[in-house]
């Protein structure tokens, strides 16, 4: 049987000798989170497809791993939750791409490939949390977890 070695355990575990240190990021990468907690019944105003929700700031140096979705309550049939750095429904979903999430009570992940091995943004920007189709329901929580790697 053929053994094959990702990218990042070349040098490392492949036996190389002396082995190479692995940059920061590639293994055993210190996490950041961004807790975001919505309530839905106490943001004053039912949540549009005109709005955007900023969930927290992303840092330069860290990079998106993957973030987890929940729910007290259906956030619809039709309204697309879409997450990631543009405040524009159209062009959001750098994270998460617009879909409905109906799951209740289940965290679920999510991420884009691209976006775990794009290169950490260059400056500090906001994370939007952007909806299409339909209106946020007017009452339940909605929690979602962004998950960063440092990568320096």
Not at 109 to 121: D, E, I, K, M, V
Request: net charge neutral.
């Amino acid at each position: 049987m053929a053994r094959f070695f990702t990218p990042q355990t070349i040098g490392n575990l492949d036996g190389t000798t002396p082995p190479v240190r692995q940059a920061p990021g590639l293994m055993h990468a210190k996490l950041r989170i961004i807790p975001a907690r919505i309530d839905l019944a106490q943001v004053g105003a039912t949540i549009t497809t005109a709005d955007e929700v900023v969930l927290g700031k992303e840092y330069d140096g860290y990079r998106f791993a993957f973030g987890i979705m929940n729910a007290s309550v259906t956030m619809g049939a039709s309204a697309q939750l879409a997450v990631g750095t543009s405040p524009t429904h159209a062009s959001n979903g750098q994270y998460r791409a617009a879909a409905v999430f109906t799951t209740v009570n289940t965290p679920t992940l999510f991420g884009l490939a691209a976006a775990q091995q794009a290169n950490p943004p260059a400056a500090e920007r906001l994370v939007f949390l952007t909806v299409g189709a339909a209106n946020l329901p007017t009452s339940g929580l909605l929690n979602i977890d962004l998950y960063y790697s440092y990568v320096g």
